[in-house]
């Protein structure tokens, strides 16, 4: 974790004065994430026994992994058994696959179900819920929109860096 997704949810509950633990593999950019998040967000490596200890305490768990169909490497079905009832799961990658055991895509419409009284949230594409569709994307999205429009995303890819670097999945990679 620690990357986009991972970093701007944990400001975003940090900023609500939540204590926040991100998790990862990787020594330097948990380091770098000590340095540059707020006081009341902690940076640990990822093992089994971290993720044991911190989600029976755990009132959100928000996974944002990065790779198709991988699964949490150090998450077990077993693990939600031991989460608070009422906890909440956030499954961010589940249009990837997901990243718990437990995880299998919902929709906007019916967006949680409950695993050994855990909740889950596994809504695919996440930023594209209906709101905000209905209130339209702002100047700079619809000037991508239309140029996806115009020449197609392939093409659009290629002629321009923004839109090439916002890309999420291209063919399932």
Not at 58 to 80: C, E, F, T
């Amino acid at each position: 974790m620690g990357r986009v997704v991972g970093i701007n949810a944990a400001k975003t509950a940090c900023g609500l004065g939540a204590k926040v633990y991100i998790l990862g593999q990787k020594l330097d950019r948990l380091r770098y994430l000590s340095d540059v998040m707020p006081k009341n967000c902690f940076s640990l490596m990822s093992t089994p026994a971290t993720i044991r200890d911190l989600i029976t305490r755990a009132d959100v768990v928000i996974g944002a992994i990065l790779v198709r169909a991988l699964k949490h490497p150090n998450w077990s079905q077993g693990d939600a058994k031991t989460m608070k009832r009422g906890a909440v799961l956030v499954d961010v990658s589940i249009d990837q696959g997901g990243c718990f055991e437990t995880s299998h895509e919902t929709t906007h419409s019916n967006p949680i179900y409950t695993v050994d009284g855990v909740v889950h949230y596994c809504v695919a594409n996440m930023p594209g819920r209906p709101q905000n569709i209905y209130y339209g994307p702002d100047e700079c999205h619809s000037t991508y929109a239309v140029e996806i429009a115009n020449k197609g995303w392939a093409e659009a890819m290629k002629e321009n860096l923004e839109i090439r670097l916002g890309a999420n999945i291209v063919k399932g990679k």
